[in-house]
């Protein structure tokens, strides 16, 4: 099995664990997918005729007793919701502006000059949080490069390390080597893996992204790599 270990992200750089576990064919021949139906099992319900009609349900005492929780946690998934990187709303004005919006007063501006400046709002926020991003992954390339046994392919852009040396043939370009991988942040924060689709897939070296492809270009089966990558 062959595990390869990148980094590369929108968020600063990446970590990925990558285990190619057969070796690639030698020749690649095209498989047709087919998109199959899903059935879903629904549970029966009940006859009208033979629902339980001799009590009638209050519905008032129910939503008297959870409308406040109901409210609160309402407000708790907007709250959550408005802390986006790089933009920092002010609370108390949301707050008014909910119970002015409730109460059926105007807003302070129109749907259009709202548009704009949150347009520009968001775009700002982008470029910034691209901006810590990317300076955090020159960052960890630059202090990761200096580590014993790391192999620097492309100055800034890939690294590698051999973890466990392979044995056989290794991948080469254009094929489809099998592998298992697990993807991190420079946090270590993982945000996916072959275990999340059932085990080792398959990956098309020339239908992925070109630096996670070079990546393990030259891998031999068994081997296990470290690669590293910015966003």
Same mark, same amino acid.
């Given at each position: ?36 139906p ?11 005729a033979?629902e ?5 349900q ?53 749907? +259009?000059?709202?548009? &704009?400046?949150?347009?520009?709002? *968001?775009e700002? !926020?982008?470029?910034?949080? =691209?901006?810590?991003?990317? @300076? ?20 800034? +852009?890939?690294?590698? &390390?051999?973890?466990?040396?392979? *044995?056989?043939? !290794?991948?080469?370009?254009h =094929?489809?080597?099998?592998? @298992? ?48 990558r910015?966003?």
């Amino acid at each position: 099995m062959t595990k390869v270990l990148l980094t590369l992200s929108s968020f600063a750089a990446l970590l990925f664990s990558v285990a190619c576990s057969q070796q690639p064919p030698k020749k690649e021949t095209p498989q047709d997918t087919e998109n199959k139906p899903i059935a879903l099992e629904m549970p029966a319900s009940k006859d009208s005729a033979q629902e339980d009609t001799s009590k009638p349900q209050d519905t008032s005492k129910l939503q008297q007793a959870d409308i406040s929780r109901l409210s609160q946690a309402f407000g708790n998934f907007l709250g959550r919701n408005l802390k986006a990187p790089g933009v920092n709303f002010d609370l108390e004005n949301i707050i008014n502006g909910i119970r002015e919006g409730y109460a059926g007063k105007p807003s302070p501006m129109s749907d +259009k000059e709202y548009d &704009e400046l949150m347009g520009k709002l *968001q775009e700002q !926020a982008f470029k910034q949080v =691209s901006e810590d991003n990317l @300076k955090a992954a020159d960052e960890f390339l630059a202090k990761n490069a200096k580590e014993p046994n790391v192999v620097v392919v492309i100055p800034g +852009k890939l690294q590698y &390390e051999i973890l466990t040396p392979g *044995q056989g043939d !290794a991948v080469e370009e254009h =094929s489809t080597p099998q592998i @298992k991988y697990t993807g991190k942040f420079i946090d270590g924060t993982v945000f996916g893996s072959s275990e999340e689709a059932g085990g080792a897939i398959s990956v098309p070296l020339d239908q992925t992204i070109p630096g996670f492809s070079k990546g393990i270009v030259g891998m031999k089966e068994g081997e296990k790599t470290q690669t590293v990558r910015p966003p």
